[in-house]
T-cell receptor
Framework: KQEVTQIPAALSVPEGENLVLNCSFTDSAIYNLQWFRQDPGKGLTSLLLIQSSQREQTSGRLNASLDKSSGRSTLYIAASQPGDSATYLCAVFSSNDYKLSFGAGTTVTVRA | EAQVTQNPRYLITVTGKKLTVTCSQNMNHEYMSWYRQDPGLGLRQIYYSMNVEVTDKGDVPEGYKVSRKEKRNFPLILESPSPNQTSLYFC???????????FGEGSWLTVV
């Protein structure tokens, strides 16, 4: 069974600092890995999708890397802003059973 | 506009009273799935569907049923709800296993 772990569980940084969020998974048989953002009481918004054959994806201030063989992904958010405060979740889509498994998330607070 | 729509968004019901949470997507997606989100447990997959008339159990299917009679709809049925099914429920869809997953806004369900 796929296990997804996110470290740290919470992070508080001053505005302008770069953020580094980590995600690890136990089974490398995946189609892709996605990073989501969730605001309190809201749904999930997809930030980046990395296919299993890719090493990284970039969108604006966001960059995500994927090392499938070691079961790791990292989300970098450059020059953080208070509006980046949210919970960030990673999810892997397993190619064995078509299940989507989530990590517990990292809750980010960016202080103005 | 691409949308995944869930109804109801908020519901308080009593133990044993059958209820259905509807989910509809307007993107002609093949893959649809249901999740529940609980504090400390994160998001867990209940059921998923690869296409019409094709459904499969996720990690926590007990107490739930689903059907996929049409491509756009994927209702979640609680035949006899119990208090431990009090949770925030999300429906999601994707074109296929290699694409971005879109989430609904969530349905807050309380069983008393």
């Amino acid at each position: 069974k796929q296990e997804v772990t996110q470290i740290p569980a919470a992070l508080s940084v001053p505005e302008g600092e770069n953020l580094v969020l980590n995600c690890s998974f136990t089974d490398s048989a995946i189609y892709n890995l996605q990073w989501f953002r969730q605001d309190p009481g809201k749904g999930l918004t997809s930030l980046l999708l990395i296919q299993s054959s890719q090493r990284e994806q970039t969108s604006g201030r966001l960059n995500a890397s994927l090392d499938k063989s070691s079961g790791r992904s990292t989300l970098y958010i450059a020059a953080s802003q208070p509006g980046d405060s949210a919970t960030y979740l990673c999810a892997v889509f397993s190619s064995n059973d078509y299940k989507l498994s989530f990590g517990a998330g990292t809750t980010v607070t960016v202080r103005a | 506009e691409a949308q995944v729509t869930q109804n109801p968004r908020y519901l308080i019901t009593v133990t044993g009273k059958k209820l259905t949470v509807t989910c509809s997507q307007n993107m002609n997606h093949e893959y649809m799935s249901w999740y529940r989100q609980d504090p400390g447990l994160g998001l867990r997959q209940i059921y998923y569907s690869m296409n019409v008339e094709v459904t499969d159990k996720g990690d926590v299917p007990e107490g739930y049923k689903v059907s996929r009679k049409e491509k756009r709809n994927f209702p979640l049925i609680l035949e006899s709800p119990s208090p431990n099914q009090t949770s925030l429920y999300f429906c999601a869809s994707s074109a296929d296993s290699g694409n971005t997953i879109y989430f609904g806004e969530g349905s807050w369900l309380t069983v008393v």
